[in-house]
Protein backbone atom coordinates (compact mmCIF):
# COMPACT_ATOMS: atom_id res chain seq x y z
CA UNK A 1 0.00 0.00 0.00
CA UNK A 2 2.63 2.47 -0.64
CA UNK A 3 1.31 6.23 -1.03
CA UNK A 4 4.18 7.78 -2.82
CA UNK A 5 7.05 5.74 -3.77
CA UNK A 6 10.25 6.71 -5.36
CA UNK A 7 12.73 4.94 -7.61
CA UNK A 8 15.81 4.15 -7.06
CA UNK A 9 16.43 4.34 -2.82
CA UNK A 10 20.20 4.98 -3.69
CA UNK A 11 21.99 6.38 -5.98
CA UNK A 12 25.84 6.62 -6.94
CA UNK A 13 27.39 8.71 -9.80
CA UNK A 14 30.19 10.24 -10.81
CA UNK A 15 30.37 13.54 -11.90
CA UNK A 16 28.99 14.86 -15.49
CA UNK A 17 26.74 11.99 -15.74
CA UNK A 18 23.08 12.27 -16.26
CA UNK A 19 20.63 10.68 -13.47
CA UNK A 20 16.89 10.64 -13.32
CA UNK A 21 14.54 9.97 -10.49
CA UNK A 22 10.79 8.40 -10.42
CA UNK A 23 8.33 9.27 -8.28
CA UNK A 24 4.36 7.94 -8.08
CA UNK A 25 1.76 8.69 -5.76
CA UNK A 26 -1.10 6.48 -5.66
CA UNK A 27 -3.13 8.99 -3.48
CA UNK A 28 -4.94 10.53 -6.20
CA UNK A 29 -3.52 13.98 -4.82
CA UNK A 30 -3.20 16.77 -7.77
CA UNK A 31 -0.28 18.15 -6.37
CA UNK A 32 3.19 16.86 -6.49
CA UNK A 33 6.89 18.14 -5.59
CA UNK A 34 10.37 17.50 -5.37
CA UNK A 35 12.37 18.56 -2.41
CA UNK A 36 16.00 18.59 -1.42
CA UNK A 37 17.42 17.95 1.93
CA UNK A 38 21.19 18.85 2.77
CA UNK A 39 23.12 17.24 4.81
CA UNK A 40 22.48 19.68 7.77
CA UNK A 41 18.63 18.53 7.30
CA UNK A 42 17.50 21.65 6.00
CA UNK A 43 14.18 20.51 3.50
CA UNK A 44 14.01 23.18 0.68
CA UNK A 45 11.37 22.73 -1.74
CA UNK A 46 12.89 22.35 -5.69
CA UNK A 47 9.54 22.27 -7.64
CA UNK A 48 5.87 21.53 -7.76
CA UNK A 49 3.70 20.79 -10.50
CA UNK A 50 -0.23 20.97 -9.88
CA UNK A 51 -2.13 18.36 -12.82
CA UNK A 52 0.75 18.13 -14.54
CA UNK A 53 1.39 21.66 -14.60
CA UNK A 54 4.45 23.73 -13.52
CA UNK A 55 3.21 25.77 -10.25
CA UNK A 56 6.81 25.94 -8.15
CA UNK A 57 9.93 26.42 -9.54
CA UNK A 58 12.57 27.86 -7.00
CA UNK A 59 16.02 28.79 -7.51
CA UNK A 60 17.54 25.63 -9.17
CA UNK A 61 20.53 25.36 -11.91
CA UNK A 62 18.51 24.68 -15.18
CA UNK A 63 20.60 21.34 -14.97
CA UNK A 64 17.19 20.28 -13.19
CA UNK A 65 14.15 19.10 -15.08
CA UNK A 66 11.20 18.13 -13.67
CA UNK A 67 8.62 16.00 -15.76
CA UNK A 68 5.31 15.06 -15.31
CA UNK A 69 3.66 12.52 -17.36
CA UNK A 70 0.13 12.41 -15.36
CA UNK A 71 -0.65 14.00 -12.05
CA UNK A 72 0.58 10.41 -10.37
CA UNK A 73 3.94 10.33 -11.78
CA UNK A 74 6.87 13.76 -10.91
CA UNK A 75 10.44 12.81 -12.35
CA UNK A 76 13.76 14.28 -12.07
CA UNK A 77 16.35 14.36 -14.27
CA UNK A 78 19.40 15.98 -13.42
CA UNK A 79 22.52 16.57 -15.86
CA UNK A 80 25.99 17.11 -15.21
CA UNK A 81 26.19 16.07 -11.75
CA UNK A 82 28.31 18.49 -9.50
CA UNK A 83 29.68 17.18 -5.91
CA UNK A 84 26.86 19.98 -4.14
CA UNK A 85 24.12 17.78 -6.11
CA UNK A 86 24.72 14.71 -3.23
CA UNK A 87 21.21 14.99 -0.66
CA UNK A 88 18.33 13.23 -0.35
CA UNK A 89 16.37 14.16 -2.35
CA UNK A 90 12.47 13.50 -1.56
CA UNK A 91 9.18 13.61 -3.42
CA UNK A 92 5.58 14.32 -2.13
CA UNK A 93 2.06 14.65 -2.54
CA UNK A 94 -0.54 16.89 -1.61
CA UNK A 95 -4.44 17.10 -2.19
CA UNK A 96 -5.08 20.93 -2.99
CA UNK A 97 -9.19 20.35 -2.82
CA UNK A 98 -10.46 21.97 0.59
CA UNK A 99 -7.38 24.01 1.28
CA UNK A 100 -5.67 20.69 3.04
CA UNK A 101 -2.36 21.20 1.77
CA UNK A 102 -1.09 18.10 3.64
CA UNK A 103 2.10 16.81 1.97
CA UNK A 104 3.07 12.81 2.49
CA UNK A 105 6.57 12.45 1.52
CA UNK A 106 8.29 9.15 -0.54
CA UNK A 107 10.84 7.52 0.92
CA UNK A 108 13.55 9.92 -0.62
CA UNK A 109 16.34 9.00 -3.02
CA UNK A 110 19.77 9.41 -1.68
CA UNK A 111 22.59 11.04 -4.39
CA UNK A 112 26.02 10.34 -3.77
CA UNK A 113 27.90 12.53 -6.73
CA UNK A 114 31.69 11.18 -6.25
CA UNK B 1 11.52 36.39 2.68
CA UNK B 2 9.17 33.63 4.47
CA UNK B 3 10.68 32.43 7.14
CA UNK B 4 10.16 29.31 10.11
CA UNK B 5 12.27 29.32 12.97
CA UNK B 6 12.84 26.67 15.14
CA UNK B 7 15.11 26.23 18.24
CA UNK B 8 17.59 23.58 16.71
CA UNK B 9 17.87 21.83 19.93
CA UNK B 10 18.81 19.18 20.57
CA UNK B 11 16.65 19.32 23.15
CA UNK B 12 16.55 16.74 25.69
CA UNK B 13 14.02 14.93 28.03
CA UNK B 14 13.52 11.98 30.35
CA UNK B 15 11.45 9.42 29.59
CA UNK B 16 7.84 10.42 30.45
CA UNK B 17 7.99 13.93 30.66
CA UNK B 18 6.42 16.62 28.33
CA UNK B 19 8.65 17.82 25.25
CA UNK B 20 7.34 21.21 24.35
CA UNK B 21 8.93 21.97 20.48
CA UNK B 22 8.51 25.76 19.31
CA UNK B 23 7.74 27.28 16.17
CA UNK B 24 7.38 30.59 14.72
CA UNK B 25 6.80 32.44 11.65
CA UNK B 26 7.19 35.36 9.52
CA UNK B 27 4.35 35.46 7.43
CA UNK B 28 0.83 36.95 9.08
CA UNK B 29 -0.72 35.73 6.16
CA UNK B 30 -0.09 31.92 6.64
CA UNK B 31 -3.25 29.96 6.92
CA UNK B 32 -2.23 26.01 7.60
CA UNK B 33 0.38 24.73 9.83
CA UNK B 34 2.27 21.20 10.06
CA UNK B 35 4.39 19.44 12.08
CA UNK B 36 6.13 16.69 10.47
CA UNK B 37 8.28 14.05 12.42
CA UNK B 38 11.69 12.70 10.61
CA UNK B 39 13.79 9.72 12.09
CA UNK B 40 17.12 9.76 10.97
CA UNK B 41 17.99 8.31 7.33
CA UNK B 42 13.65 8.37 6.96
CA UNK B 43 11.67 10.62 5.28
CA UNK B 44 9.22 13.54 7.08
CA UNK B 45 5.81 12.24 8.61
CA UNK B 46 3.13 14.29 9.02
CA UNK B 47 1.94 13.73 12.45
CA UNK B 48 -0.27 17.04 13.18
CA UNK B 49 -2.31 19.57 11.65
CA UNK B 50 -3.61 23.21 12.75
CA UNK B 51 -5.61 25.52 10.83
CA UNK B 52 -7.40 27.83 13.28
CA UNK B 53 -6.15 29.40 16.74
CA UNK B 54 -6.44 26.83 20.02
CA UNK B 55 -5.09 23.46 20.91
CA UNK B 56 -5.73 20.40 19.03
CA UNK B 57 -5.01 17.90 20.68
CA UNK B 58 -4.60 13.60 19.01
CA UNK B 59 -3.26 11.39 21.44
CA UNK B 60 0.05 12.21 23.12
CA UNK B 61 0.58 14.87 21.04
CA UNK B 62 -1.04 18.56 21.47
CA UNK B 63 -0.72 21.37 18.29
CA UNK B 64 -1.10 24.47 19.84
CA UNK B 65 -1.35 27.80 17.42
CA UNK B 66 -1.32 31.81 18.03
CA UNK B 67 -1.76 33.25 14.82
CA UNK B 68 -1.31 36.52 16.83
CA UNK B 69 1.52 36.07 18.13
CA UNK B 70 2.85 34.08 14.65
CA UNK B 71 3.43 31.05 17.13
CA UNK B 72 3.08 27.27 16.99
CA UNK B 73 4.09 24.49 19.04
CA UNK B 74 3.89 21.35 19.64
CA UNK B 75 3.88 19.33 23.08
CA UNK B 76 4.34 15.67 23.13
CA UNK B 77 3.05 14.24 26.70
CA UNK B 78 4.74 11.62 28.50
CA UNK B 79 7.32 10.93 25.86
CA UNK B 80 9.12 7.70 24.72
CA UNK B 81 12.56 6.71 23.59
CA UNK B 82 10.86 6.14 20.05
CA UNK B 83 9.54 9.97 20.18
CA UNK B 84 13.46 10.62 19.65
CA UNK B 85 13.44 12.26 16.53
CA UNK B 86 13.92 15.59 13.82
CA UNK B 87 10.61 17.63 14.26
CA UNK B 88 9.89 19.66 11.43
CA UNK B 89 7.71 22.94 11.32
CA UNK B 90 5.77 23.99 8.16
CA UNK B 91 3.79 26.68 7.15
CA UNK B 92 1.45 27.20 4.52
CA UNK B 93 2.03 30.67 2.97
CA UNK B 94 -0.45 32.98 2.45
CA UNK B 95 0.09 32.60 -1.29
CA UNK B 96 1.79 30.41 -3.67
CA UNK B 97 -0.33 27.34 -4.44
CA UNK B 98 0.69 24.43 -2.03
CA UNK B 99 4.07 25.75 -0.98
CA UNK B 100 4.99 25.12 2.28
CA UNK B 101 7.69 26.63 3.82
CA UNK B 102 9.81 24.75 6.81
CA UNK B 103 11.78 25.27 9.47
CA UNK B 104 15.16 23.53 10.00
CA UNK B 105 14.09 21.34 12.52
CA UNK B 106 14.57 20.84 16.40
CA UNK B 107 15.92 17.38 17.38
CA UNK B 108 14.59 15.67 20.26
CA UNK B 109 15.91 12.89 22.38
CA UNK B 110 14.15 11.03 25.19
CA UNK B 111 16.48 9.06 27.54
CA UNK B 112 14.92 6.43 29.23
Known amino acids: DTAVSQTPKYLVTQMGNDKSIKCEQNLGHDTMYWYKQDSKKFLKIMFS???????INETVPNRFSPKSPDKAHLNLHINSLELGDSAVYFCASSPLAGASYEQYFGPGTRLTVT | QKEVEQNSGPLSVPEGAIASLNCTYS??????FFWYRQYSGKSPELIMS????GDKEDGRFTAQLNKASQYVSLLIRDSQPSDSATYLCAVKGGSTLGRLYFGRGTQLTVWP
Open chain 2, 27 to 32: DRGSQS
Open chain 1, 49 to 55: YNNKELI
Open chain 2, 50 to 53: IYSN
